[in-house]
C-alpha cells in the first residue's frame, strides 16, 4: 500500500512539474508576442517593391530608445541629417510617436526629387501606451535612381531639412 501511495504522489510530483514547464512555456511565448513590437523594413509594402524597382532600396532602418530630454509636444519632426556616400544615402530623422508600439518602415519615390518616408504603426500585437516620446529614425538607402532627392514628407506630409547634408565622395569620384 505503501509504494501505491509513493507512486501516486510521484504522479502528481511530475504532474504539478509539468503544469508549471507549460506556464513557463506560456510566459515565453507572450514574451515573443511582445517582442515583436519592434521596428522594422516593411518588405511587403507597395512602396517598397516600387520604390526597389525604380533603384531606391531601403537596406537598413532603427529607432533610438525614447530621448526624455525633449517635450514631445513642442518637436516637429524633421530630417537632422542626410549623408551621401557613393550610392548609400543616410537619412536621421527626428519625430515623435507612441512611446509603446513597434513601426514598419518604407520608402516611396513620388518623383525624380521627392521621397515620402512611410513609417506606420504595427497595428497587431503592439498595445499602445498613453505616451508620446521623441525618437531618432535612421533610414538607410540604396540610391541607384539617376537623381537625389531634394523633397522630403513623412506620411505624406512635408518634412523640412533642418541640420547637415554632407556628401563623401565616393572613390571613383
Not at 505616451?131 to 533610414?139: K, N, S
Not at 535612381?145 to 506620411?155: E, H, V
Request: proline share 3%.
Amino acid at each position: 500500500m505503501k509504494w501505491i501511495l509513493v507512486i501516486l504522489l510521484s504522479i502528481l510530483a511530475s504532474l504539478a512539474h509539468a503544469q508549471a514547464g507549460s506556464v513557463q512555456h506560456l510566459q515565453l511565448e507572450e514574451l515573443e508576442e511582445t517582442m515583436e513590437c519592434e521596428d522594422k523594413i516593411d518588405k511587403t509594402s507597395k512602396h517598397y517593391k516600387t520604390a526597389m524597382e525604380a533603384g531606391a532600396m531601403l537596406v537598413k532602418y532603427r529607432i533610438s530608445d525614447c530621448d526624455q530630454y525633449y517635450n514631445p509636444d513642442e518637436r516637429k519632426d524633421k530630417i537632422s541629417r542626410i549623408e551621401s556616400k557613393s550610392d548609400q544615402l543616410s537619412f536621421q530623422l527626428q519625430l515623435t510617436k507612441n512611446c509603446c508600439i513597434g513601426t514598419t518602415a518604407a520608402i516611396e519615390i513620388i518623383d525624380a526629387s521627392t521621397w515620402n518616408f512611410i513609417i506606420a504603426e504595427q497595428e497587431e500585437g503592439c498595445p499602445a501606451c498613453f505616451c508620446q516620446c521623441c525618437f531618432t529614425a535612421f533610414f538607410e538607402v540604396k540610391n541607384e535612381t539617376d537623381t537625389a532627392p531634394t523633397s522630403f514628407r513623412l506620411n505624406g506630409a512635408p518634412l523640412l531639412v533642418s541640420g547637415s547634408v554632407i556628401r563623401v565622395k565616393s572613390p571613383r569620384e
